[in-house]
């Protein structure tokens, strides 16, 4: 996080809207009516993917993606007018919804406006043609950092926008722009309305090191996070991805978690998420409804602020082309209360002023959040301590817990959960209990603490 981030970020509930896809008439307008319904979910923030021009050259499929824009400075007319923005902005605020915008600095559209008026953005091959350094992403063009009008002309968009009522900016593949631009983006829009949100899409380490290896410098998690006060957690996804659907152990995701907070800066804050536009719905990969669930309250029992994607509370299946017309199929918003109990075990305060305690993989993952004293967990000043069971292998059957005997409060399925001989029956999905009392839980050693005592001992020697 950077250095004037406050902590309270990692409660924050991000809730991101693909317009173009989200109602029947795929505009603006659909957002405006739905803004007290998202904000009634316990979202903080509504994060709009782009809602600019889209270039018509070399575009992918019927209506292009929404991340090859024409024009930083307009709305898609598909969406709707400039008024219409103004008036979900309105609304959302109104709602108590905090306005993110997403944008995209490291490429334009093949017929951006600034090809014409300024060639001299991009970067060009040996006949001065623009090109990509993505060839996947062929319907764009990148930009040529650092450039000071370039980097001017940016700055002054984005302030364009934040005049407009825009409290935050979600940075499309942020790394691949230099860190000092943001840095100065940052510093300067703070001028204009301190306390902007600041959210980058850091990319998969496996990008970082092919860039780096074909000569195109592309920054670290660490580096982003001195302009940034949210990163996606792209640095740990594949091995979810390969856990969730059985081709690792569960323990090497929590290794990585380990390895977040053992690497980052001390206060950072990781975003965590299920599914967003660009990876495929909890639902389809995960092997069953009730671990596609488990495996949601796990993400939002980790460190750091919690980002769901329109039509998780449908327990959608389908992901939306970015390309074609392919409106969310929204059901009959079944898994609403449960998205609302998670963005409310977010703001619980054992979250937003205890510590997590990882404490055990299997059967179940079990986590725990309060205060740390040795193997103690106390409560936090102002609230329970929680504890956290989620049955993301389906094992079924009893699971040991390290809790004392007793009657707990669930607060993701409603009830009460009783722990009898040290013990509760394994939750449909997973439980989230509030605990008044201190009680001694052994930590799970991971194998990343091995390392570090087989060096200590090594050392000793």
């Known amino acids: 996080m950077a250095a004037d981030t406050p902590l ?12 173009r896809v989200y109602g029947p008439t795929g505009r603006l307008a659909d957002l405006t009516a739905d803004v007290a319904r998202i904000a009634a979910l316990g979202a903080d923030v509504l994060f709009l993917t782009p809602i600019h021009p889209i270039g018509e050259v070399g575009r992918k499929g019927s209506l292009g993606s929404p991340y090859a824009i024409s024009d930083y400075r307009a709305v898609h007319p598909d969406l709707g007018t400039e008024q219409d923005f103004d008036d979900l902005v309105a609304a959302a605020h109104a709602a108590g919804l905090r306005v993110m915008l997403d944008v995209v600095f490291n490429h334009t ?4 406006v600034l090809v014409t008026e300024h060639p001299e953005f991009f970067h060009q091959d040996a ?7 993505v060839p996947a992403w062929h319907d764009v063009i990148d930009l040529h950092h650092p450039h000071p009008d370039l980097t001017r002309y940016l700055i002054d968009s984005l302030a364009l926008w934040v005049r407009r009522g825009v409290d935050g900016f979600r940075c499309d593949v942020a790394s ?18 301190p306390g902007l949100l600041w959210l980058a899409e850091t990319v998969h380490p496996s990008m970082v090191e092919a860039r780096r290896a074909a000569g195109l410098p592309t920054a670290g998690d660490g580096e982003m996070f001195e302009a940034f006060d949210i990163e996606y957690q792209y640095d740990l996804w594949s091995v979810w991805q390969a856990v969730v659907v059985g081709d690792l152990p569960v323990g090497r995701f929590l ?3 380990r390895w977040q907070d053992a690497t980052l800066p001390g206060h950072h804050a990781k975003l965590r998420f299920v ?6 719905r909890i639902m389809h990969f995960a092997p069953s409804r009730d671990q596609a669930l488990a495996w949601t309250a796990v993400m939002a029992a980790a460190r750091g602020p919690l980002m769901v994607y329109a039509g998780q509370e449908s327990a959608a299946r389908r992901w939306p082309s970015l390309f074609e017309p392919d409106p969310v199929d929204w059901g009959t918003y079944e898994l ?9 075990i977010k703001k619980h305060p054992a979250m937003r002023t205890g510590e997590p305690w990882v404490l055990a993989d299997e059967p179940c993952v079990q986590l725990a959040w309060g205060l740390l004293a040795d193997d103690r967990i106390t409560p936090v000043a102002d609230g329970p301590s929680l504890y956290v069971v989620a049955d993301v292998a389906a094992v079924g059957g009893p699971v040991a817990v390290q809790l004392p005997d007793g009657e707990y409060r669930d607060l993701l399925g409603g009830g009460v959960v009783t722990v009898r001989d040290a013990s509760i029956p394994a939750p449909t999905s997973a439980v989230v209990l509030e605990v008044s009392d201190p009680y001694v839980a052994r930590r799970w050693q991971t194998p990343l603490l091995d390392v570090f005592l087989h060096v200590e001992v090594l050392g000793d020697a």
């Open 8 to 19: 309270d970020v990692r409660s924050l509930v991000i809730y991101q809207a693909f317009p």
């Open 109 to 112: 559209a093949q017929d951006s």
């Open 127 to 133: 006949q001065g043609r623009p090109y990509t350094t």
């Open 176 to 193: 691949l722009v230099p860190v000092d631009f943001w840095v100065q983006a940052r510093a300067e829009l703070a001028q204009i309305r």
């Open 255 to 257: 290794e990585m978690l």
């Open 275 to 280: 599914e967003n536009h660009d990876q495929y």
């Open 336 to 344: 609403s209360g449960f998205v609302t109990a998670l963005a409310g």
